[in-house]
């Protein structure tokens, strides 16, 4: 698959699909208690649906909807006499989960999946369910693993935790409905713990008060109470392709689902990425949000500095060792990037080179991948598919994200060549252009007349009404001169638009404007109010401008400036 290259920063207001790490533990939370349940916001990437159709093989009851999962909770009391088979795919958190709800449900279940999958290491959780009574078989500690389930006590046990907190998790997720609860300590050090605390909110909401200090947690085995309803939240992890791209290019990404306050490790990615936003060497500690490595790599590469991920060495444990493939791959692009024992080591900028890459069979490859190709022409990808694991959609969302430029609004005094200037770019850039005195004096009838009859606060009134219609993407906006002279107009102008700011010598703006003269802003004579007001909104536009153009060009070397910024904007340069 050929990935199309932005021809313009993007403006792009998306849901993003349900997170499946908070989806993934609501179901089976759902399933193991008491009650009704129904999840709404979940999407039915891979991982979601191979955990439904599985948990429906092994007797729970699930039923899929269009626009929510319905979960009538419980253990089964029986099982069938024949061992079912649970394919998990390439799922791993899917394995995980399903071998301990499969270790107290009634029956015998073989547990396998995708090559890759039955070389990850399970072992961990196998020897902790093991030792808490649970009749568990696997030869080499990885899938298949044979399981015959049935009622367990709980107890204290010890699990590994340095390689997944995921084996973690899936005891925490059952511990609820052993007879004596559970006391779990970990062993060696804890990977992404904030999917742990993930695990211990979503429990919360199911009536489980989970107590840790950081080296044990200790879970009641009091059962789990159905919710009537489960609100599953934005994925942060699947924003962090966006949230690169975005500021990489001066674009603009909203997800109206993704939660400030979320649990979610990945909530960070804004913070991370603000961190690599000046030049410089750079140190990005990675426990927490090792799904956000690839992104960050793709980052280092256009920046300019050292970057020094780590704290990513379970990442080798993955649908792919990403360390080893995210260096190969980047290095077919031109990359300076050198692969460590717990991450990468990326050293920028990148005249970025076209690539035909390799995805791995890993959607989390395939996202990064895709932001390269995003600002450089000749990528492709050999199996883009494999993000419906997360994110189905995503190539879907950024095709939407190249059909919605984002709004440029000119900005600087009246008579500067904003229209004109405006104009111009909307011709060579195939955008719309909007003029808001013209829209103003189209709604309202003549400026100069509705500010003698009205005034200039009912004037500045009716004019952001009319700024906030106009900043849509796709279009190029010249703004009236003291538009910007309210803070709650200039900052919507700052949010929606690209700012370019048109400067122009006084003398030349008096000359221009005792042609077509407007309504007096002071009561000083027309040359010295120009003077004046320059003094005034000069401070207001350098602080709003993303670009600011010198006075005295014509519109041709002032076009042509604009479009050679929004080309820097778009990326590294080919080589």
């Given at each position: 698959?050929?990935?199309?290259?932005?021809?313009?920063?993007?403006?792009?207001?998306?849901?993003?699909?349900?997170?499946?790490?908070?989806?993934?533990?609501?179901?089976?939370?759902?399933?193991?208690?008491?009650?009704?349940?129904?999840?709404?916001?979940?999407?039915?990437?891979?991982?979601?649906?191979?955990?439904?159709?599985?948990?429906?093989?092994?007797?729970?009851?699930?039923?899929?909807?269009?626009?929510?999962?319905?979960?009538?909770?419980?253990?089964?009391?029986?099982?069938?006499?024949?061992?079912?088979?649970?394919?998990?795919?390439?799922?791993?958190?899917?394995?995980?989960?399903?071998?301990?709800?499969?270790?107290?449900?009634?029956?015998?279940?073989?547990?396998?999946?995708?090559?890759?999958?039955?070389?990850?290491?399970?072992?961990?959780?196998?020897?902790?369910?093991?030792?808490?009574?649970?009749?568990?078989?696997?030869?080499?500690?990885?899938?298949?693993?044979?399981?015959?389930?049935?009622?367990?006590?709980?107890?204290?046990?010890?699990?590994?935790?340095?390689?997944?907190?995921?084996?973690?998790?899936?005891?925490?997720?059952?511990?609820?409905?052993?007879?004596?609860?559970?006391?779990?300590?970990?062993?060696?050090?804890?990977?992404?713990?904030?999917?742990?605390?993930?695990?211990?909110?979503?429990?919360?909401?199911?009536?489980?008060?989970?107590?840790?200090?950081?080296?044990?947690?200790?879970?009641?085995?009091?059962?789990?109470?159905?919710?009537?309803?489960?609100?599953?939240?934005?994925?942060?992890?699947?924003?962090?392709?966006?949230?690169?791209?975005?500021?990489?290019?001066?674009?603009?990404?909203?997800?109206?689902?993704?939660?400030?306050?979320?649990?979610?490790?990945?909530?960070?990615?804004?913070?991370?990425?603000?961190?690599?936003?000046?030049?410089?060497?750079?140190?990005?500690?990675?426990?927490?949000?090792?799904?956000?490595?690839?992104?960050?790599?793709?980052?280092?590469?256009?920046?300019?500095?050292?970057?020094?991920?780590?704290?990513?060495?379970?990442?080798?444990?993955?649908?792919?060792?990403?360390?080893?493939?995210?260096?190969?791959?980047?290095?077919?692009?031109?990359?300076?990037v050198t692969e460590d024992e717990d991450g990468l080591t990326v050293r920028g900028p990148?005249?970025?080179?076209?690539?035909?890459?390799?995805?791995?069979?890993?959607?989390?490859?395939?996202?990064?991948?895709?932001?390269?190709?995003?600002?450089?022409?000749?990528?492709?990808?050999?199996?883009?598919?494999c993000v419906s694991k997360s994110y189905p959609s995503f190539f879907e969302d950024l095709?939407?994200?190249?059909?919605?430029?984002?709004?440029?609004?000119?900005?600087?005094?009246?008579?500067?060549?904003?229209?004109?200037?405006?104009?111009?770019?909307?011709?060579?850039?195939?955008?719309?252009?909007?003029?808001?005195?013209?829209?103003?004096?189209?709604?309202?009838?003549?400026?100069?007349?509705?500010?003698?009859?009205?005034?200039?606060?009912?004037?500045?009134?009716?004019?952001?009404?009319?700024?906030?219609?106009?900043?849509?993407?796709?279009?190029?906006?010249?703004?009236?001169?003291?538009?910007?002279?309210?803070?709650?107009?200039?900052?919507?102008?700052?949010?929606?638009?690209?700012?370019?700011?048109?400067?122009?010598?006084?003398?030349?703006?008096?000359?221009?404007?005792?042609?077509?003269?407007?309504?007096?802003?002071?009561?000083?004579?027309?040359?010295?109010?120009?003077?004046?007001?320059?003094?005034?909104?000069?401070?207001?536009?350098?602080?709003?401008?993303?670009?600011?153009?010198?006075?005295?060009?014509?519109?041709?070397?002032?076009?042509?400036?604009?479009?050679?910024?929004?080309?820097?904007?778009?990326?590294?340069?080919?080589?």
């Amino acid at each position: 698959m050929r990935v199309d290259p932005l021809r313009l920063p993007f403006d792009l207001s998306v849901r993003m699909p349900g997170s499946k790490s908070v989806a993934n533990r609501a179901l089976v939370a759902a399933c193991l208690a008491e009650g009704s349940t129904t999840v709404r916001g979940a999407t039915l990437c891979d991982d979601v649906r191979l955990l439904v159709e599985n948990l429906i093989r092994m007797g729970y009851r699930l039923r899929v909807g269009p626009d929510a999962i319905e979960i009538e909770g419980g253990i089964p009391d029986a099982a069938g006499p024949d061992p079912v088979t649970l394919d998990c795919g390439l799922g791993g958190t899917t394995l995980r989960f399903l071998l301990a709800v499969a270790a107290v449900t009634p029956g015998t279940f073989v547990l396998t999946g995708a090559a890759r999958l039955r070389e990850r290491p399970i072992g961990d959780l196998v020897d902790a369910l093991t030792a808490l009574g649970a009749d568990v078989a696997s030869e080499d500690g990885c899938a298949p693993i044979r399981v015959r389930g049935g009622r367990l006590a709980g107890g204290d046990v010890e699990v590994g935790t340095d390689r997944s907190s995921q084996f973690l998790t899936a005891l925490l997720l059952v511990a609820p409905v052993f007879e004596q609860g559970l006391n779990v300590t970990r062993r060696g050090p804890l990977a992404s713990p904030g999917y742990v605390d993930l695990t211990c909110r979503v429990l919360a909401e199911f009536g489980v008060r989970v107590e840790t200090d950081g080296e044990q947690w200790s879970v009641p085995g009091i059962g789990l109470t159905a919710p009537a309803t489960f609100e599953v939240e934005g994925d942060w992890s699947a924003a962090g392709a966006w949230l690169v791209l975005a500021a990489r290019t001066g674009s603009r990404f909203r997800a109206e689902n993704l939660r400030p306050d979320s649990a979610q490790s990945d909530r960070a990615m804004p913070d991370l990425v603000a961190a690599l936003a000046d030049p410089g060497d750079v140190e990005i500690d990675a426990s927490d949000t090792p799904d956000q490595v690839m992104n960050l790599a793709v980052l280092a590469a256009l920046r300019e500095g050292e970057t020094r991920i780590r704290g990513a060495a379970n990442l080798r444990l993955k649908e792919s060792d990403r360390l080893a493939a995210t260096t190969r791959e980047l290095r077919k692009a031109g990359v300076d990037v050198t692969e460590d024992e717990d991450g990468l080591t990326v050293r920028g900028p990148t005249r970025l080179l076209p690539a035909d890459f390799a995805c791995h069979g890993d959607h989390r490859i395939a996202m990064a991948l895709a932001v390269l190709g995003s600002v450089r022409s000749g990528v492709t990808l050999d199996t883009p598919e494999c993000v419906s694991k997360s994110y189905p959609s995503f190539f879907e969302d950024l095709a939407a994200a190249r059909a919605n430029p984002r709004c440029i609004a000119l900005v600087g005094m009246r008579g500067a060549g904003k229209s004109t200037l405006g104009r111009a770019l909307a011709a060579a850039l195939d955008l719309r252009f909007a003029d808001t005195d013209e829209m103003f004096a189209h709604a309202h009838g003549p400026i100069g007349a509705f500010v003698a009859n009205h005034g200039w606060d009912t004037f500045r009134d009716r004019e952001a009404d009319l700024v906030a219609a106009a900043l849509r993407p796709g279009h190029v906006v010249a703004l009236g001169g003291g538009s910007v002279d309210r803070a709650s107009t200039a900052g919507l102008v700052a949010d929606r638009a690209l700012v370019v700011w048109i400067r122009e010598r006084a003398e030349t703006l008096a000359t221009r404007l005792a042609a077509s003269p407007r309504p007096a802003l002071t009561g000083l004579d027309p040359a010295d109010e120009i003077v004046a007001v320059l003094e005034r909104r000069d401070p207001i536009h350098a602080r709003l401008s993303d670009l600011e153009l010198p006075p005295g060009e014509d519109v041709e070397r002032r076009g042509e400036r604009v479009r050679a910024w929004l080309r820097r904007l778009l990326g590294a340069k080919p080589v």
